[in-house]
């Protein structure tokens, strides 16, 4: 002997390496890379995607909000505040609004008039027809909505009086916001500067003026300064925060990122079962491999680096890939991001593709590790004969690295997704499982019952039982995650299509008085729009069940906000037909007082069940009703829903008017028309035009299918894979059994058939139990999720059971075609190379 | 030195012993000055590194990996030096220079075995442990891969586990185990 081993660690990081890249060449590592791949760039898209549309609403909503952090109140905010903020780095603005009455040639119109100091908007910019920014207004200039030019007759030059004083209008407001508008925000709105508003003389005693200040700064120091202004408990704040944009469309969006969490983890745990069967396919060449370079002297310790090192190259040139991937994908939908988006915030990749190498690198050292393990020990003595493995449990290596996994995946993604898909999804596992030892148990069975070539295929599936249990699972919790996947996208969709159809309302018309209502109803009848006008009456909420109720003592702000101001309630015998009933109270129980129809949300909120008494405030008088049914609504729909429905009592006299909303079908041209003879005829009542609202959250609606359906088609990439790696792994068995058939004389169409009958045979039992469980999970998520009404469907048993045979049957066709080619002795050579 | 038997008289169970591949249960054995069974798993890995030499009756190529690679995994095992050469040397001397980059599925048995004959004296091993060699070879292969391990284990001692008595003729020395008795037979 001339040589000594060298240096242990670096000589084997270095074979390490060499082995691992050239094994990369000639495509070794195939289908685990392909795995990592898949599972890295399925997080890096995801996450990227998810910032980008969360960050680009979140700058979207602080536009609207014209800062990132808003403190509202209802009385002047001391000084202090504005000091306090300051000194700890955030721009601050100020600014009051108040409804008023603006004139102009004898015609009076509410307006919304806004006071705002010289650097507001600090996010944002006030969008007007010649870009004329509220510092550039002179002591008697204002801007102002060009709805009032139609709604006051304005001359030219424009010019309108508001309290004491006149103003020129200097420009026109282009664009309304679109977030946190209520409906009395919709009131055409004049601007001027902060200063002015408090000289006008406008503010007395009984005014309702809503004071304001804005802050704008890093998310940290907002963070903090949020959570100073909450500590605060003041009862006349309200703290509007950039990060919480309208509550309905949050509601509607937070279905879309559930499913794209769901999708996420799902291609993960997808790829992470091809991992699993993919190294269980090189288990056997890993372990002929190690015998022999322990027979040549490796230890234990060098074994197992010299196989960390390679995983590890795996992970990381699978991740990288996967992450590049991913964000090249990311590039791709851009776009289409831009056209719904904008502005459109990049968040830094650098997040997104750290993520997708973590989720890569964590996929497979979970599910690859417990077969490296198991093929570190083995025993020299396999070179010689077929030895008894060494025990190794891989429970503790194999719960270690799913934790770990879980971790990340609820850094990741929503937590309750996390808790209540994963231990749902390892449920199903488990039920496959056992459905797995059931069908080894018949195939024992029936097999000495069969006769020919099915007798020969059940053998070939109770020759590995711990292969075929693999498979079982992998592919019925595949199959299983595919089909629910594919029928809850559906339903997502058609749902969100179905809560904003083309015909959504988007103009509504209040403020419409009694004596009206007829003109108003011949003006829309001419413009061929059908609408119907609801009474409705203004009040407030004082007592339940003849105990007062005061703001100032409810915990909850929500609370305390409602209970302040005065409510729009309806004045209706039914509820409309697009509510739902939930409960209503029994006739016997029904006290001799007009009836209240609840929100369900507000009941609860409240504390209110069925057969409590409310009074109400309307306008100084005090009115008892029972609450006699509890109501759901639907608030993205955009139709007119109340949180009360107030059974009208004529004797009551109540000060009522209508309000309506209806689809407008008419050009901006037609519409305006319709609003200059509305004005005319019908003065005082507010045409509000929602279209560029509802267009916007429709983009949004549409934006948030378009990344589900993305995720989807990802998703159905990885479990392919799995499905092709599943059938792989007994391939080795599969063509010893034919290569003993064919030397005892077998036809190849018998063996085809045989061949076939296995995958069929496993498809078809995948197929139907991954159909009865995704059958019972889209019924609960039907029922608790998309709050539809679940029901069978036979669409989902067919595609299950039919996608399953079919594409085993495919892929048993593409991977057995070569092999059934090949002679016995072409057999036996591949045989002896693979062994 | 031959070790002579017939099938399952625990021929190559000797050799694995002899090796360090597995313990005995009683008894000791030696292998270059050192007790095997005063050493564990990986003390008797260590004492084979690159002094110890196989060639199974299965080949036993490493899959995957072609000719050149198969006989270069020792060294590149161990981190020794100009890895590439001596392999290529070590395939010329068994008569394979032309067929280095073929995977192991392309190469007939006569030619798997000569690729195992150079990977094992590649790392020129002390001693060198065959087990049946020619057990799955046609006659006139069988006959080469013979006079190829012969040719070659001038510096080295082969302990050569076959059925084969014209084979083991060849030996310097022959034992025979018949029913767990090693017996000298010449």
Known sequence: ?835 | MAIVGRSGSGKSTLLALMAGLDKPSQGQVNLLGEDLGRLNEDQRAQLRALQVGFVFQNFQLMPGMNALENVMMPLELFGLDRARERAEAALEKVGLSHRLNHQPSALSGGEQQRVAIARAIVTEPRILFADEPTGNLDETTAAQIQQLLFDLQHQTTLVLVTHDMHYAALCQRTVRIQDGILTESV
């Open chain 1, 1 to 835: 002997m001339n040589s000594r081993p060298a240096n242990n660690t670096f000589a084997t990081l270095k074979a390490a390496s060499l082995w691992f890249f050239r094994g990369l060449k000639r495509g070794d590592w195939l289908w685990l890379w392909l795995a990592v791949v898949i599972a890295s760039a399925s997080v890096t898209l995801v996450e990227q995607l998810a910032q980008t549309v969360h960050k680009s609403m979140l700058a979207k909503a602080a536009e609207s909000l014209s800062a990132d952090l808003v403190l509202r109140s209802s009385r002047p905010i001391e000084a202090r505040w504005r000091e306090q903020a300051e000194q700890q780095g955030l721009a601050v603005a100020q600014s009051l609004s108040l409804t008023t009455m603006a004139m102009a040639n004898d015609e009076f119109q509410m307006v919304l008039l806004k006071g705002l100091s010289a650097n507001a908007p600090l996010r944002g910019r006030l969008h007007t027809q010649n870009n004329t920014d509220i510092a550039q207004l002179s002591a008697d200039q204002v801007l102002a909505d060009p709805q009032l030019q139609t709604l006051l007759a304005l001359d030219n030059p424009p010019s309108l009086t508001l309290g004491r004083e006149t103003f020129k209008v200097a420009d026109w407001l282009t664009r309304q916001d679109v977030f946190q508008s209520t409906l009395s925000q919709f009131a055409p709105q004049v601007i001027m500067p902060l200063e002015r508003i408090t000289a006008l003389g406008l503010i007395g005693p009984g005014s309702r003026v809503t004071y304001e200040l804005a802050f704008a700064g890093e998310a940290a120091q907002l963070a903090a300064w949020q959570r100073l202004l909450e500590q605060q408990d003041i009862a006349h704040w309200q703290i509007l925060s950039a990060r919480a944009p309208t509550p309905d469309l949050e509601k509607a969006l937070a279905t879309a990122w559930l499913f794209l969490d769901l999708s996420a983890l799902a291609t993960v745990l997808i790829a992470g079962l091809a991992i699993l069967i993919a190294s269980r396919f090189y288990l056997q060449r890993w372990m002929a491999s190690m015998a022999l370079m322990r027979a040549s002297g490796a230890s234990d310790k060098q074994l197992t680096t010299l196989f960390a090192i390679q995983l590890m190259w795996l992970a990381l040139l699978g991740s990288v890939l996967g992450g590049v991937l991913g964000l090249g994908l990311f590039q791709l939908i851009t776009p289409w991001l831009a056209d719904y988006f904008n502005p459109l915030i990049w968040p830094n990749f650098a997040q997104a593709f750290a993520l997708g190498l973590i989720a890569g690198t964590l996929a497979l050292w979970t599910f690859a590790w417990p077969a490296f393990r198991q093929a570190t020990r083995v025993s020299p003595l396999q070179v010689f004969r077929q030895a008894a493995l060494a025990r190794y449990n891989p429970l503790r290596a194999l719960l270690f690295s799913l934790l770990l996994l879980i971790g990340l995946m609820s850094v990741l993604l929503n937590h309750s997704v996390v808790v209540w898909a994963l231990p749902a999804l390892l449920l199903s596992a488990g039920g496959f499982y056992l459905l797995a030892l059931a069908l080894l148990y018949a195939i024992a069975r029936l097999q000495p019952l069969s006769r020919g070539w099915l007798r020969l295929a059940l053998a070939g599936l109770a020759r590995e039982p711990g292969l075929v249990k693999l498979q079982f699972i992998a592919l019925g919790l595949v199959v299983f995650l595919l089909i629910l996947m594919t029928f809850v996208r559906q339903d997502l969709v058609e749902n969100w299509q179905a809560s904003l159809p083309q015909t959504t309302p988007n103009t509504f018309m209040v403020n419409i008085q009694p004596d009206q209502l007829t003109t108003v109803k011949q003006h829309l009848a001419r413009a061929q729009i059908e609408t119907e006008l609801v009474p409705m009456v203004r009040g407030r909420l004082v007592a339940v069940n003849q105990q007062a109720i005061r703001p100032s003592e409810q915990d909850a702000q929500r609370v305390r906000r409602l209970l302040q101001r005065e409510a729009n309630n309806a004045l209706l015998e039914q509820p409309p037909s697009y509510n739902r009933i939930l409960a209503e109270l029994a006739p016997s129980q029904r006290l001799p007082l007009p009836s209240v129809s609840v929100e369900a949300e507000i009941a609860e909120l409240f504390g209110l069940t069925l057969g409590d008494v409310l009074t109400f405030d309307i306008i100084g008088q005090r009115v008892d009703y029972q609450i006699t049914s509890l109501r759901e609504v639907e608030w993205q729909s955009f139709r007119l829903n109340f949180f009360f429905i107030l059974q009208p009592q004529a004797q009551l006299n109540l000060p009522f008017s209508y309000i309506s909303n209806f689809h407008n079908p008419l050009s901006r041209e037609d519409s305006a028309a319709l609003q200059r003879d509305l004005a005319q005829s019908a003065p005082g009542v507010l045409w509000i035009d929602a279209r560029d609202m509802i267009d916007q959250v429709q983009r949004i609606m549409q934006q948030a299918a378009l990344a589900v359906s993305l995720l989807y088609l990802f998703t159905l990439v990885s479990s392919l894979i799995v499905i092709f790696t599943a059938s792989q792994a007994s391939q080795l068995g599969r063509l010893r059994s034919w290569l003993l058939l064919r030397t005892l004389g077998a036809k190849q169409a018998d063996i085809v058939k045989l061949g076939l009958t296995e995958f069929v045979l496993i498809g078809l039992l995948a197929g139907l139990f991954a159909a009865i469980l995704a059958q019972s999970a889209s019924l609960l998520v039907s029922y608790f999720w998309l709050d539809s009404a679940p029901r069978l469907n036979l669409q989902l048993w067919l595609a299950s059971i039919g996608t399953s045979v079919l594409l085993l049957l495919a892929i048993g066709w593409l991977t057995q075609r070569t092999p059934l080619r090949q002679t016995p002795k072409q057999l036996l050579q591949q045989l002896q190379a693979d062994a």
